[in-house]
């Protein structure tokens, strides 16, 4: 079972993707993972990509594309996986069927956690975070215990500044104007599946098995 999961910053694909992968045991590829893997192993994919990301530049699309390639051809793959971010854009959706077409794969399902903008702003200038633990919170479905305290080791919580409402409109501009392509990109395809992120989580996930199937 092949899955690229879709969605706005914000939308709660990454968390859906995980429970994804437990529960069909299939590994959760994520771009920056990769990325992270490459360049600690010292492998060439990496080395390139090390030579971009030092720069500040993006890492090109075709060199992104060889690096999940190379991911998804690893033995842990053969029954499935699922891609969270990536891909992000036409071109790099373009590059991944033609490779999988090379090795006589192709995508499976294409999955669309749909949140309004209003609801994605309101949801992330509620998250608060520890910069000393790593923990986070909610101030309304999660709050700590004690307002603007870590519960774990009483450090002062944060709005960090991705999660600010005018940082959050801007992530979301680039992802109507790059991403949202892809949503009618596998509609065409026919294997475009959506479902109603604004419900809690566990409901989004039963409605993301229902369409897998259990």
């Keep these: 079972m092949k899955i690229i999961m879709l969605g706005a910053p914000g939308a709660g694909k990454g968390t859906q993707a995980k429970q994804i992968a437990g529960k069909y045991e299939i590994p959760h590829i994520s771009t920056g993972d990769i990325f992270r893997a490459n360049i600690k192993n010292g ?17 090109p699309d075709e060199l992104t594309c060889d690096l999940v390639m190379d991911r998804i051809q690893q033995d842990d793959c053969k029954n ?61 479905s999660l709050p700590p215990k004690t307002e603007g305290k870590c519960d774990h080791c009483g450090s002062d919580l944060v709005l960090r500044e991705d999660d600010k409402p005018e940082t959050v409109q801007k992530r979301l501009t680039v992802y109507h104007d790059k991403t949202q392509p892809l949503i009618d990109y596998y509609k065409n395809q026919g294997i475009l599946k959506s479902v109603d992120g604004t419900q809690p989580m566990e409901a989004v996930f039963t409605a993301i098995t229902d369409i897998l199937g259990a």
């Design 80 to 140: 499935g996986f699922v891609l969270d971010g990536f891909p992000r854009t036409i071109p790099q959706a373009e590059a991944l069927d033609a490779a999988l077409t090379k090795i006589g794969q192709k995508m499976d399902y294409a999955i669309d956690v749909d949140v309004p903008d209003e609801n994605i702003v309101n949801r992330m200038s509620g998250r608060r975070a520890c910069l000393d633990c790593g923990a986070t919170y909610h101030i309304v």
């Design 43 to 59: 492998t060439e994919l990496g080395k390139k990509a090390k030579e971009y990301m030092d720069q500040g530049l993006l890492v």
